[in-house]
């Protein structure tokens, strides 16, 4: 087909090797719906060179519906419309054709158009044959339905083989030519007598058209095949073929050989016939609804078709090329979609190739050797998947947003991607599979290129809940192998940041709380949490963690938030003497306390320590101690390693009466951090800051609260921006999480159980 001054051309032979994705598209007549109305010129894109592909409609479902001299035919099936186009290669100028209303089209291997008046074209009586290679050509119209007829194919500019009645309920096959407005008709000669069911989707080849049809009784149908001599109107071979039901699959007929779709007990494949001497050969494929099916010359051109972006795998998508005489083969396309035979002898596929991308291939014969593969159309997308690029944040800041898109773009997404985020420090990771497309939508996909998850700031774990990702810097990569085998895998990679603001009992520097607890041996054991936000509860992140021995030399350990300065929070120890230890926190979930600094001593006199709650709104937590007399006092915290709290400052009496303090930071919305005091009648009061150290008349929580041994302000342990408070002890040494309100009136939900220090009935002394 000379269309083109000068093109790329591709090797015949593309070596990828390639898996597969079962394809619906049949090679055969498509039909078409349209409202009614003329031929419509539309502006095309002019290619910027004359060796350029034109422009070829970028739809999916944009199938090549026919070959000409000028231009092709395209037919998009998705669309509202159903748009039929005729492209031109000289320029890409484009025409829309309109069809009557209930109306159908074919194809013709050359610049003519056939449109009608049924959307199946085996039913079409009234057929327009328009020349797309002479604008000003007068169509031509033929009025099969005043021969009782039904149209067959297009053998010309104006002429069309029409099935007719024939008798004995057979048909007869007719050669009907318009001459100067009237329809001059030819019997076809040389068919059986009982012929039915004339039908062909091969152009016409230097004069000779191929015919498939069925002979025989109802009942025991035989499949038929024959070649006419358009000139004489006469059958000049015949074939026996097999596979009644694949009759409409597809036919090709070039000077040497026919060809056709067939079924087999054995399987399915495709048929050819050397004319000369008669010789058959099959060639076995994989059952589908129809096949990519040409012969240019001597090779045969064949393919189970397929869609780029469609998901699953299939045994093979290639477009193969096999020399019928030598048995030879080359891969002409990675895939098709459709295909359409041209009378010149070559073949429009609809496809794409890794190296040259996505458009419409044409196949050529050359003498002696492999057919020639050309791209003359374009949809300016790539075949091979393509990395488009990440919408991943530089900075996730998990105070802010308690969960983050993490998104990433390809040119298509039937793939299975494996995805890994690593935090660099450690080498902690949280890794997804990922299979993407339809049955993954709204999990892992966000649009028809965007892939990704919602990710809630987590790394993988033990548990199924996975454990609070730690702050730093990330890495992230992924590995997308395309499903149907068509392309390369890919392979991607970036960083990310994680932040935080630093959280009163996070040890681990991953913004969820830990708990610690000694057990009566004097071992300390740190436990991290997480918080399911499906069941509602803190749960632990894995099995419990060792610190160490020796800390039953304390007799008050408390968890006082980040009171050196260090980023991390930290704990204080008093010993039996008196003396106040200061344990900071390293962010090292392996070993979260460095080596102790003695604060100083004379601690021994007070009867409770909290800490961890900032009360005079400096931005540093800060420690209240009772002493023997009642009065609470307030060390305010300085962010010095050497000297965490300055001269403590008297804050009242009265408070001899509890018998447990717990600084909870703002737990009410206030200006400052709040406490929570604890009476030996059980019941729990409420303290609330005024942001100068001191406090709000107290407000009662509720009663019932003395069965617990331990009440620890763990922070936001739900990850709601409230800090919540967590409750250990009463009957089996259970232990219960109050999920924060922020409303001072009634500051704690309901209490939900939970195991963050349940491990094989443990039992523990102090629990901080």
């Known amino acids: 087909m000379q269309h083109r001054s000068s093109a790329r051309r591709l090797a015949a032979a593309v070596t990828a090797a390639l898996a597969v994705t079962a394809g619906t598209l049949a090679a055969g007549p498509a039909a078409l719906a349209a409202p009614t109305g003329a031929l419509t010129a539309v502006s095309g894109t002019t290619a910027t060179t004359a060796a350029a592909p034109v422009p070829y409609p970028a739809a999916d479902d944009a199938i090549v519906s026919g070959a000409g001299t000028t231009g092709f035919l395209t037919f998009t099936t998705g669309t509202t419309e159903r748009e039929l186009r005729w492209t031109r290669y000289a320029d890409g100028t484009s025409t829309v054709l309109t069809v009557p209303e209930g109306g159908g089209f074919d194809s013709t291997g050359s610049d003519v158009v056939v449109t009608g008046d049924s959307t199946d074209p085996r039913q079409m009586r009234s057929v327009t044959l328009t020349d797309m290679g002479a604008p000003g050509a007068a169509p031509v119209h033929l009025d099969l339905g005043a021969l009782s007829a039904t149209y067959v194919k297009a053998v010309g500019p104006d002429s069309v083989l029409a099935a007719a ?56 149908r035989e499949n038929g095949r024959a070649v006419i001599d358009l000139a004489t109107g006469a059958v000049v071979e015949t074939y026996a073929a097999g ?30 016939v050397d004319r000369k ?36 795998t299939f045994p093979d998508t290639r477009v193969r090329a096999l020399d019928l005489t030598s048995g030879d083969a080359a891969d002409i396309t990675d895939y098709a979609t459709s295909a359409q035979a041209a009378s010149d002898g070559t073949l429009l596929v609809r496809g794409g190739t890794v190296a040259e991308g996505e458009g419409l291939y044409e196949v050529s014969p050359v003498a002696g050797a492999q057919p020639s593969v050309e791209k003359v159309a374009t949809t300016n997308r790539p075949t091979a998947l393509t ?36 935090h660099l420090r450690t080498g902690q990771t949280f890794t997804r599979q990922m299979k993407l497309g339809p049955d993954a939508a709204g999990q892992y996909t966000f649009d028809d290129i965007t892939f990704g998850l919602t990710w809630q700031g987590v790394l993988d774990d033990l548990s199924k809940d996975g454990k609070s990702a730690l702050n730093g810097d990330y890495a992230w990569s992924f590995r997308a192998v395309p499903q149907n085998g068509i392309g390369p895998e890919v392979k991607q990679a970036g960083t990310f940041k994680v932040v935080r603001s630093v ?53 008050r350990i408390e968890s006082v938030g980040n009171v050196a300065g260090t980023g991390v929070a930290d704990t204080i120890a008093r010993d039996t003497s008196g003396v106040l230890w200061l344990y900071q926190g390293t962010g ?42 009642g009065v609470l006092w307030l060390y305010k915290g300085t962010g010095s390693a050497t000297a965490p709290f300055a001269a403590r400052v008297r804050v009242g009496g009265g408070w001899g009466g509890y018998n447990q303090l717990t600084a909870v930071g703002n737990l009410a919305g206030g200006p400052a951090g709040d406490l929570l005091a604890r009476d030996t009648a059980g019941v729990l009061w409420l303290y609330l800051g005024k942001g ?26 739900d990850k709601d921006g409230r800090p919540d408070l967590f409750a250990y002890g009463g009957p089996g040494k259970t232990s219960y999480f109050y ?13 939900t159980a939970t195991d963050a220090l349940v491990y094989g009935g443990s039992s523990y002394t102090r629990v901080f």
């Open 692 to 717: 100068d150290g001191t406090f709000a008349s107290r407000v009662k929580v509720g009663t019932g609260w003395g069965g617990y041994a331990e009440l620890v302000g763990i922070g936001d342990g």
């Open 387 to 422: 990395y488009l690029g990440s919408q991943v944040p530089a900075v996730v800041d998990l105070d802010r947003n308690r969960e983050v898109e993490l998104k990433w773009r390809m040119s298509r997404l039937n793939a299975d991607v494996s995805l890994k985020l690593t």
């Open 503 to 555: 959280k009163p009992h996070d040890y681990s520097d991953n913004g969820s709380p830990d708990l610690f607890a000694r057990d009566a041996g004097g071992s300390l054991w740190r436990a991290d949490t997480t918080y399911n936000s499906y069941t509602g509860r803190l749960m632990p992140t894995y099995q419990r963690a060792s610190v160490g021995s020796g800390w039953n030399a304390y007799d």
């Open 243 to 272: 596979g009644y039901e694949y009759l409409y699959s597809g036919l090709a007929l070039s000077a040497t050989h026919v060809a056709w779709a067939e079924a087999r007990p054995e399987g399915t494949g495709i048929v050819t």
């Open 739 to 751: 999920a924060g309100t922020g409303n001072w009136s009634a500051p704690f939900a309901g209490r």
């Open 277 to 312: 001497t008669g010789a058959r050969r099959w060639v076995p494929l994989h059952i589908a609804d129809g096949y990519v099916l040409g012969l240019v010359g001597n090779w045969l051109v064949y393919a189970v078709p397929s869609k780029l972006t469609e998901n699953g």
């Open 165 to 220: 009645p024939g008798p004995n309920n057979t048909q007869k096959l007719l050669l009907v030519t318009d001459e100067n407005g009237t329809a001059r008709t030819r019997e076809i000669t040389g068919l059986p007598v009982d012929a039915l069911h004339f039908f062909t989707n091969a152009p016409a080849v230097d004069g000779q058209a191929v015919v498939a049809y069925v002979t025989g009784p109802e009942g025991a």
């Open 588 to 629: 090292d979930e392996k070993k979260p306390f460095a080596t102790r600094t003695k604060i100083g001593s004379g601690w021994g006199g007070y009867k409770e320590l909290a800490g961890g709650s900032d009360l005079n709104g400096d931005g540093r937590p800060d420690l209240v101690a009772t002493d023997a007399s």
